[in-house]
């Protein structure tokens, strides 16, 4: 199996980890069912229950 032929030095692996953080989700409230939701998405339970009710054309907002 290969291995590296040198060790890498923190700074370097510093470098390379300077990419590694995760941004936190977006979370915003539900206008239909006042659930935390994350944002510019159409809450999947809420779009269920506007189907099951029949109603046409766009969720109510
Ligand atoms: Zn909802």
């Given at each position: ?5 040198r ?5 370097a ?49």
């Amino acid at each position: 199996m290969a291995v590296p032929k040198r060790r890498k030095s923190v700074s370097a692996k510093g470098k390379r980890r300077s990419h590694d953080s995760l941004t936190p989700i977006n979370l915003t409230i539900c206008p239909m069912c006042k659930q935390s939701v994350p944002t510019h998405r159409v809450h999947a339970e809420c779009l269920a229950e506007h189907m099951k009710s029949g109603a046409p054309g766009r969720m109510p907002f």
